[in-house]
């Protein structure tokens, strides 16, 4: 992948996508192509289609996907298995029929077992079942993963497949009926925070433990990869490191300023109770995570302050 090359980045506008773009044009990539939902809506055969024959492009980042927290996933598992299908298979297959050189897909650490052994390794796909709460999303992800491997195996076409542990950052979703743990609570804590409320309540029971990788490690990982790496087997990205949902919710509170009081609802679903990623196989590559946890969170809340008048 040169600096001319031309480049396709799918989702731009989300989390990992807007990442991706960043880190693309900071590099000194110069050829991205990018289109909002409203030049192309990925779901629609033709239209995906006339794209790819019009723009061809050699090297195509797949980060556009319908993503969401534990309630939205378990509210709504149609929607999230059919527009993921869609836009997986109609990226993939132009792609292919129009000569793409190399397509990066961007799973997610759900597509692996929920009683998987931890830290995760790459070997433990389809070993198990999936969270019930995350299933319908997870079986399109794995399906993406495979047509992937497909295509490779069949036609030789170059892809690679990562799994990235819970994404965080800046362009986040912070709908508090959609979004992940993180920005949820950072949401709250910020409205907690502007009109005094005493409290702030949170799901679960805080003793799951979770993985969080900021937007600009992943977009750093897919970069290295996509430039040193042609293997279609998974491999994970995420820091190898692993924080309580207790400890991480006072980590917020903390970088908002809130000083009320946390209270849990231990009867909504705390979902796998633990998830962390080995990373000894993108290590071995010769890449590591860049952005401390603490530092990411503190610099995420301030992005949120200055943007969330702005946000959906």
């Known amino acids: 992948m040169d600096k001319n090359s031309k480049i396709y980045v799918a989702g731009h506008r989300g989390l990992a996508g807007s990442a991706i773009l960043r880190a693309l044009e900071k590099d000194g990539y110069t050829n991205i192509v990018t289109k909002t939902h409203s030049e192309l809506d990925l779901t629609i055969a033709e239209d995906v289609k006339e794209f790819f024959k019009q723009e061809k492009p050699e090297f195509v980042f797949v980060a556009a ?16 298995i059919t527009k993921n299908l869609k836009i997986q298979i109609n990226i993939i297959e132009n792609a292919y029929k ?12 759900c597509i692996y077992p929920k009683m998987a052994e931890q830290p995760i390794k790459e070997e433990y796909f389809m070993t198990g079942k999936l969270e019930p ?7 399109a992800k794995i399906a993406g993963i495979m047509m992937c491997q497909s295509y490779t195996k069949e036609y030789g076409m170059q892809t690679l497949n990562v799994m990235p542990a819970n ?60 430039k040193n790496n042609s ?14 949902i207790f400890d991480l919710v006072n980590m917020v509170k903390n970088a908002v300023g809130y000083t009320g009081k946390v209270v849990w609802d231990s009867s909504k679903p705390d979902g796998t109770p633990r998830k962390v990623m080995d990373v000894s196989k993108l ?23 200055e943007n969330k008048n702005n946000l959906r």
């Open 231 to 244: 293997d279609s087997e998974i491999i994970n990205i995420g820091t190898g490191e692993e924080i309580s």
């Open 65 to 80: 996907a319908k993503v969401g927290g534990i309630g939205d996933n378990n509210n709504h598992p149609a929607e999230f």
């Open 167 to 226: 994404l965080y950052g800046p362009n986040d979703n912070f709908d508090l009926e959609k979004s992940h743990v993180l920005p949820a609570l950072i949401r709250k804590f910020y409205e907690a925070k502007e009109k005094n409320l005493p409290e702030v309540v949170t799901w679960g029971t805080g003793s799951p433990k979770r993985e969080f990788l900021h937007a600009d490690d992943l977009a750093s990982a897919c970069i290295f990869l996509m």
């Open 133 to 139: 709460t995350s299933q319908a999303y997870a079986v």
């Open 98 to 109: 129009n000569g793409v050189k190399k397509l990066l897909f961007l799973g997610s650490s």
């Open 283 to 305: 290590h071995s590559l010769g890449w590591k995570h860049q952005v401390n946890l603490k530092e990411g969170i503190e610099n995420t809340c301030k992005w949120y302050g």
